[in-house]
């Protein structure tokens, strides 16, 4: 089956520590997203990566950091930098094609600090 | 001003009603606009897209674009318990910059 897989789907980060979440597709599609949902917000931009060896920041990059050495895989390392990392993080993938396609989202890492 | 704005509700509607969710957006140059829903924990489901000005339906969904305006909507018709979710508007650019940014969402309730 075509889709988006990220593991874990829950994570426990101690303070101090780094840890990274795994994202991979095999939607062969160029772009992949990485948002951040906390309760009552909407979807926050951190990274977005629209070919292999290339990504941008979004709305929200300070604390976390990524690669994309791969096209089916886009890790997101949170950082001890990202003081408030307790949250829903959503990947995402999507393909430019010549017409709008959307994103489609893996099924969500939710990472809690103890 | 928020480059994508939904008003957060929320929505009340009794079944079998049409339910009427709306989004603005402040970037002029987008071009493809998206609707999702998304329950409660889960992530979210992309349920329609447009790109026109104008109508597209697909089902019980009606997505309503209006350019001039900077305007979308989504109507749900006869709607379900199960159409009980959030509702996100996603809004992208489609240029070298081609980030697809989201508003934060409309919670709908319908009432049986």
């Known amino acids: 089956d075509g889709g988006i897989t990220q593991s874990p789907k829950y994570l426990f980060r101690k303070e101090g520590q780094n840890v990274t979440l795994s994202c991979e597709q095999n939607l062969n599609h160029d772009a992949m997203y990485w948002y951040r949902q906390d309760p009552g917000q909407g979807l926050r931009l951190i990274y977005y990566s629209q070919i292999v060896n290339d990504f941008q920041k979004g709305d929200i990059a300070e604390g976390y950091s990524v690669s994309r050495e791969k096209k089916e895989s886009f890790p997101l390392t949170v950082t001890s930098a990202q003081k408030n990392p307790t949250a829903f993080y959503l990947c995402?993938?999507?393909?430019f094609g010549t017409g709008p396609i959307g994103a489609f989202f893996g099924q969500g890492t939710r990472l809690t600090v103890v | 001003q928020k480059e994508v704005e939904q008003n957060s509700g929320p929505l009340s509607v009794p079944e079998g009603a049409i339910a009427s969710l709306n989004c603005t957006y402040s970037?002029?140059?987008?071009?493809?606009f998206f609707w999702y829903r998304q329950y409660s924990g889960k992530s979210p489901e992309l349920i329609m897209f447009?790109?026109?000005?104008g109508d597209k339906e697909d089902g019980r969904f009606t997505a309503q674009l209006n350019k001039a305006s900077q305007y979308v909507s989504l109507l749900i018709r006869d709607s379900q318990p199960s159409d009980s979710a959030t509702y996100l508007c996603?809004?992208?650019?489609?240029?070298?910059?081609?980030?697809?940014?989201f508003g934060k969402g409309t919670r709908l309730h319908i009432l049986p």
């Open positions: 447009i790109y026109s000005n």
């Open positions: 996603a809004v992208n650019r489609k240029n070298r910059d081609d980030k697809i940014i």
């Open positions: 995402a993938s999507s393909s």
């Open positions: 970037d002029r140059g987008s071009q493809s």
